[in-house]
């Protein structure tokens, strides 16, 4: 096992979790701090949106220690590249209008997500002592 894929998904897993956590049980608080109205159907889906994270950061913690990478473990990588890759394009183009401080983190930490789990999408993991050919 690779000890930088453990982390990345120990990393995202705990990410992923705590967003699930707070957008499950603070949707309003949520809505609040962005400016909209909390009103029934925003609120049911800022915790069906938290679900998802929920889902995926269990996910990623509980396959931290497979092998990821190449053809191992594909869908979990591919769904994690994804996931992170495209909301990193839609935070950079809301960072552009809405330059906020709270944008720019999570358009920083998404980013660097992203290239990571493209790294290691699509590069071949090594076993520990392995050298390439």
Do not use: C
Not at 25 to 50: C, D, H, K, W, Y
Not at 69 to 86: C, D, K, L, Q, T
Request: proline share 4%; hydrophobic share 60%; aromatic share 12%.
């Amino acid at each position: 096992m690779d000890l930088r894929t453990r982390a990345l998904m120990a990393i995202s897993a705990a990410f992923m979790g705590l967003l699930g956590l707070g957008a499950s049980f603070l949707p309003q608080e949520i809505l609040a701090s962005a400016g909209f109205p909390a009103n029934r159907l925003a609120v049911v889906l800022v915790q069906v949106t938290g679900a998802l994270f929920l889902g995926f950061g269990f996910l990623n913690w509980m396959a931290r220690g497979t092998l990821i990478g190449g053809i191992y473990s594909r869908p979990v990588a591919m769904g994690n590249f994804i996931h992170f890759a495209v909301v990193t394009i839609v935070l950079v183009k809301a960072s552009s209008t809405q330059a906020t401080t709270a944008f720019i983190a999570a358009t920083v930490i998404y980013a660097v997500l992203a290239v990571w789990f493209g790294a290691v999408l699509f590069t071949h993991p090594l076993k520990r002592g392995e050298t390439r050919p």
